[in-house]
């Protein structure tokens, strides 16, 4: 794929995830994967476009009182060290392509299961049990160079935790706080690699991108289909990813 054509498809990426409160982080390390082979750059890259989508709607849901800091604070207790923890460890690179691609998979079947599971009754968690979800999410978003939403969402959804809107508002912050803690986690470690260049288009294109996906999600537009077509992708690459690192088979 010409590097070229990736703020486009990187603003396209950016409409969808923002619109259901997700960064794009798991679409964004996709896409570079294919593209770019310095792994540093690929997950330092990932975490910053995050940053930047994940802002937007962030703002939106405190402007709009969406956001219950009393009940999502525990969430982020371990979530925070756990990703600074995971960003800090430097892996081979076939190590860290093979746990990218699981996470990849994971992230593609937790985001069709989204879409498929029937609307349940909703019930409030422990405090221990938000600690330790969000510090399990926290630590593989770390290692992985996505923000963590994409797992934690879905969970909460499977487990009937809140309305799907405190959810996305959740995954929102989620993803800031532990895509922040990632990327000081890779300065610590000197393996914050960026194209200076890459990076601003690319960042431009996601906010941009990001800016439209909250405004179609304030007015109810339904991006179901291209949700389904970004799930496929991500679990292509991830079993991609799998297979070409761990038995050298490409496909």
Known sequence: MPIEYLP??????????SSVGFGGGSSYLAILSLVLTDFFEIRSTALLLNVCVVSIGTLIYLKNNIIN???FWPFF?????MAFLGASIKLAQEIFFLILGCALVLAGLFMILKFLKPKLESYEFSSSKKIMLGGGIGLLS???????????SPVLNLLGWQNPRIIASLASVFILVNSIAGLIGLGMAGTFVIDQSLILKLALAV????SLGSYLSSRKI????????TAILVFYVGLRLILLNAFQVKI
Do not use: D, E, T
């Open 8 to 17: 486009i498809l990187f603003f396209a990426i950016a409409v969808f995830y």
């Open 69 to 71: 800091f009393r009940s």
């Open 77 to 81: 207790v371990l979530s925070i060290p």
């Open 142 to 152: 770390g290692i992985s160079g996505i923000g963590g939403g994409i797992f934690l």
């Open 207 to 210: 906010i941009l991108g990001g």
């Open 222 to 229: 339904n991006l179901k289909f291209l949700g389904f077509l």
